[in-house]
């Protein structure tokens, strides 16, 4: 870093420093070491916390219940990550050939849903899918289509996915707004010599916009993957997990050993392995996702 | 393809379709209007029957019997705090990350970097035993000291970055006129940081309203429930009750919904800035 002019007594920082980073080692990083310390031990909350080393993680890598919640995140990747990406690529190249005002219209009722509390999200949905009152059955009814007017939250096979479906309603218009100033960003008169080379809007679309859009995929990538592993507030208020692990993910797991079972040793080293999993994600879209602008 | 002559059909049959999901994507909403102003009886002849006339008491009942005005009082005391604080301590540390020099720097730095990486749900059972410890379970420090500490690494990194757009000579004259740091934070830099603090103060808005891992864990007590743990135990009494329950959720977003359609612009200038940095 440059030299700043204000630069002059070390002394005197740490005044400005102190206090916010004081407060968050206390209540933040602090907690972090001391989840890491916790997942080596065995403890109930009540009596002293008993050394296992890495037992805890060994037990969690033997645990089949622990497979089945990893396997439904990987599954739930494709409605909070993959859907919302593909969606709001496409929406972003419909929106934004359209006027000025119709644009900001759209994307106000878009990008809605982001802004809304995800835990009260789910108890909104978890009423629009009641199978004996939900609104979504009785469209399907109304609609001819009663014979898939299903217990949704009920099902075993169809739970995933209608959980899903509202994380993918969640994050599509968010996606859409990044990208969408993505293409704004991007030289206009690439896509006129385009035009003028007679490129298709399919070519123009693949050979221009997708590839210069890059940093904003990363940037997409990187934030709904995140959030996918730390997903709990929605499945919390819609399912609980249930039925039967269906809706199973790391974080309900490790809320249910911690706070249901007092295994608070094996409940923290499900969220240091959560932790590490993000940064070995963030890390691996950082390295393969390519961009122009390195940032 | 000779597009120019294809473009207004085109256009056309993309903008109804994308009309249409824009219209799918709020009739949750619409839905959850319209229920929260229908009678229990209304509810009966289906989910999209109008009612014969709106039933206001709905949100009454909500409001005082479903303890909606606590909640909702709750919020209030515990977002306010929340965003000031944030946006002090991010004016302090932001400063000193955008110009001075302090030994451990880049270490501190990673350190406040992993704080925005890892999700509360990492440390929430830590912190519950050191919440426990002092004795602030079920106070509204609990939710609140937390949330200040989880917002310093953003509130920092944003105000930092803003900070290091202003120019330098701005900052040179200053010194030369022989001003102090404390006083040319106050009165240069603050001023001039008017449009991002007010951005930040949006999103650690947003973000506390929101909040439900924090006030689920580290509070049981009815009486400093927040909105959205409101919701959860408000849906748990009253199941049967969908238009109460529907009034309760409006109660929850509508200032959200006041607040977006308010500051869109802002919100999404500053999204959208902060996600391509």
Redesign the interface.
């Known amino acids: 870093?440059k030299?700043?002019?204000?630069?002059?007594s070390?002394h005197?920082?740490?005044i400005?420093?102190l206090?916010?980073?004081l407060?968050?080692a206390?209540?933040?990083?602090?907690?972090?070491v001391?989840?890491l310390g916790?997942s080596l031990t065995s403890w109930d909350?009540l009596t002293v916390p008993k050394w296992v080393g890495l037992g805890n993680y060994v037990d969690l890598f033997s645990d089949d219940r622990f497979y089945i919640a990893l396997r439904n995140n990987a599954e739930l990747m494709i409605f909070y990550c993959v859907l919302p990406l593909v969606l709001g690529i496409a929406?972003a190249a419909?929106?934004w050939?359209?006027k000025q005002r119709?644009q900001l219209?759209?994307?106000?009722?878009?990008?809605?849903?982001y802004?809304?509390?995800?835990?009260?999200l789910g108890?909104?949905?978890?009423?629009?899918y009641n199978p004996a009152?939900?609104?979504f059955n009785?469209?399907l009814r109304?609609v001819g289509l009663g014979a898939f007017a299903l217990p949704w939250l009920g099902d075993f096979d169809f739970v995933l996915p209608a959980v899903g479906i509202v994380a993918t309603?969640y994050f599509f218009?968010f996606c859409m707004?990044?990208f969408l100033?993505?293409i704004q960003?991007i030289d206009p008169s690439l896509f006129d010599a385009a035009?003028v080379d007679g490129a298709?809007?399919r070519k123009t679309f693949f050979w221009i916009t997708l590839p210069l859009l890059m940093?904003?995929i990363r940037?997409v990538l990187l934030?709904t993957v995140?959030a996918s592993?730390?997903s709990?507030?929605l499945i919390f208020?819609m399912t609980r997990g249930g039925p039967a692990n269906a809706t199973l993910v790391p974080?309900i797991y490790?809320y249910q050993l911690?706070?249901e079972l007092n295994r608070?040793g094996a409940?923290?080293a499900i969220?240091?392995v959560?932790?590490l999993l993000?940064?070995a994600i963030?890390y691996a879209i950082h390295r393969l996702v390519g961009s122009q602008n390195k940032? | 393809m000779s597009r120019s002559s294809n473009i207004p059909a085109a256009t056309l049959s993309f903008r109804i379709i994308l009309w249409l999901l824009a219209f799918v994507t709020i009739t949750p909403f619409l839905l959850l209007l319209l229920t929260s102003i229908k009678s229990k009886a209304d509810v009966l002849k289906g989910a999209f029957a109008l009612p014969a006339y709106p039933h206001f008491e709905n949100y009454v009942d909500a409001w005082s019997a479903g303890h909606f005005n606590i909640y909702f009082w709750n919020s209030i005391i515990v977002v306010i705090p929340v965003v000031a604080a944030s946006v002090f301590l991010g004016l302090l540390t932001g400063f000193a990350f955008a110009y001075l020099s302090f030994p451990l720097r880049r270490t501190l730095f990673g350190i406040l970097t992993i704080g925005m990486m890892v999700p509360a749900e990492a440390f929430i059972i830590p912190l519950y035993y050191e919440m426990r410890y002092l004795g602030l379970i079920n106070t509204y420090a609990a939710v609140i000291v937390p949330q200040i500490a989880m917002s310093i690494p953003f509130s920092t990194i944003f105000l930092a970055s803003a900070m290091q757009q202003l120019p330098d000579e701005i900052l040179e004259a200053a010194v030369l006129d022989g001003a102090g740091r404390f006083y040319i934070l106050r009165k240069i830099v603050i001023p001039l940081m008017v449009p991002a603090m007010s951005t930040l103060a949006l999103f650690l808005f947003i973000w506390t309203w929101n909040e439900f891992l924090i006030p689920f864990i580290l509070v049981n007590d009815d009486a400093y429930r927040t909105l959205p743990l409101g919701m959860l135990f408000f849906q748990g009494r009253y199941t049967v009750n969908t238009p109460v329950l529907t009034a309760g959720a409006v109660i929850v977003i509508a200032p959200l919904i006041l607040t977006y359609l308010v500051f869109q612009r802002r919100f999404i200038a500053g999204l959208t800035a902060g996600a391509t940095k």
Do not use: H
Not at chain 1, 26 to 32: E, L, M
């Open positions: 870093m030299r700043s002019p204000l630069d002059g070390e005197t920082s740490w400005y420093l206090p916010g980073l407060l968050y206390a209540f933040v990083f602090g907690p972090i001391a989840a916790l909350g929406l419909c929106v050939n359209l119709e219209a759209l994307r106000t009722f878009l990008f809605l849903p802004i809304m509390p995800t835990a009260v108890i909104i949905w978890a009423w629009l009152f939900g609104p009785q469209f109304a309603w218009g707004v990044i100033t993505g960003r035009k298709s809007a940093p904003e940037v934030l995140i592993i730390k709990f507030d208020t974080n490790m911690g706070f608070f409940a923290a969220a240091i959560g932790a993000t940064f963030n940032g």
